[in-house]
């Protein structure tokens, strides 16, 4: 390697030193506050009426959560309908 390249070289990690160096004394924030806390429950052949049955499920879900009562799925068979779900892709684009 010439003396060129070699202070191109050194030159080139100077900078990267430079930079990186603020980055690693900056705080990393434990979570953002504007972000929503989300939990999908699946559940499968369940009605609403079995909820009776939960009612601390019931309490903290449902009253303090958000429900999708008029929730629709491209597929009705079980197995894609949730494969659809986990992964965000319509069934034939899973393999499932």
Do not use: K, W
Request: proline share 7%.
């Amino acid at each position: 390697m010439g003396s060129g390249a070699r202070a191109v070289g050194l030159i080139t990690l100077l900078c990267s030193v430079v930079v990186m160096t603020p980055l690693r004394s900056v705080p990393v924030a434990a979570g953002s506050p504007g972000r929503p806390n989300v939990v999908v429950v699946m559940t499968d052949d369940m009605s609403t009426a079995e909820l009776e049955h939960l009612p601390h499920v019931q309490e903290l879900l449902v009253r303090q959560g958000r429900t999708f009562d008029e929730y629709a799925v491209s597929v009705p068979v079980c197995c894609p309908s949730r494969v659809t779900m986990l992964r965000g892709q319509y069934a034939h684009n899973t393999g499932v």
